[in-house]
């Protein structure tokens, strides 16, 4: 045998190496046992990652909701509005002193946007609506009533409830606030006179009104509109008047049928 010519202070380099190369090799065989665990165990890794992330945005989304749904700032208490015309005074006089004039109200309509929301038109072709304004009723309701004020309390005519007769159908397509060019009110509607068998009279009527207090004043709007539809009536209940016919009078008379004179004389 060979004598080993190695010196004694070698041999504690050899072991000093020996024993960082099983402390080096420990920490490799940790790490490599990952990756000789190979694709499979890197699925898993990515699988995990995906869920935890997924899970991170659906709690994010859930809390940002709330605070959404918990902002006073989102929450909008509207204001209610009314442009409803006064009622007649008892003194207000007939439209004239001979047989009354006979009319029926019928279809009283509006534009399907002219709803309880308040609108406002920007240019020709925009309308918005407020959020925060609103009417006490539909603004078709508030020209009902006016027409039948001012037709059968105020001008006395004779309302129609059944059988033939003149009738009246009016529609509502504006009853809105416009901000240019200038702040100011419009209401228009569209009026036909007609009968069962022709239209004696059609009609459009638009008035507007300026905005002194500005669009920002919106008690201002509606007193504003309630006098333009207060204008509107009496121009439509004017212009129905002219062309109703006049009422044929049924004639009174005294004399009794005869068989009610005969009863009691004896022959």
């Known amino acids: 045998m060979k004598s080993s010519n190695l010196h004694p202070s070698s041999l504690g380099c050899i072991d000093t190496g020996k024993q960082r190369a099983d402390r080096s090799g420990r920490k490799r065989v940790n ?3 990952l990756e000789r665990s190979g694709p499979k165990n890197s699925r898993s890794i990515r699988t995990v990652s995906a869920v935890v992330s997924a899970c991170a945005l659906g709690a994010l989304s ?3 909701a709330g605070c959404a749904l ?3 700032g989102d929450v909008v208490a509207p ?3 009314s442009a409803e015309l ?3 005074s008892s003194t207000e006089g007939a ?3 001979g047989t009354p004039l006979e009319l029926r109200l019928g279809q009283v309509d509006a534009a399907s946007h002219l709803e309880e929301r308040m609108s406002f038109r920007l240019q020709g072709s925009e309308v918005g609506f407020y959020d925060d304004r609103r009417w006490t009723e539909e603004p078709a309701e508030y020209l009902r009533r006016g027409l039948e004020q001012e037709l059968f309390e105020r001008r006395h005519l004779r309302r129609i409830v059944g059988g033939a007769g003149p009738t009246l159908d009016v529609e509502l397509t504006a009853f809105e606030e416009l901000r240019e060019p200038k702040p100011h009110v419009r209401l228009a509607l569209h009026f036909t006179l007609h009968d069962d068998r022709q239209a004696s009279l059609e009609r459009s009527v638009v008035v507007e009104r300026p905005l002194a207090g500005g669009p920002d004043r919106p008690a201002d709007v509606a007193s504003a509109l309630r006098l ?3 204008t509107a009536v009496a121009d439509v209940s004017d212009a129905v008047i002219k062309h109703l016919p006049q009422a044929q009078a049924i004639p009174c008379t005294d004399t009794a049928p005869a068989s009610t004179a005969a009863v009691g004389k004896t022959p």
């Open 70 to 72: 918990t902002s006073k």
């Open 31 to 33: 790490f490599s046992g």
């Open 228 to 230: 333009a539809l207060g």
């Open 62 to 64: 859930l809390f940002y």
């Open 95 to 97: 439209v004239s002193a």
């Open 79 to 81: 204001h209610y509005y």
């Open 86 to 88: 006064p009622e007649p």
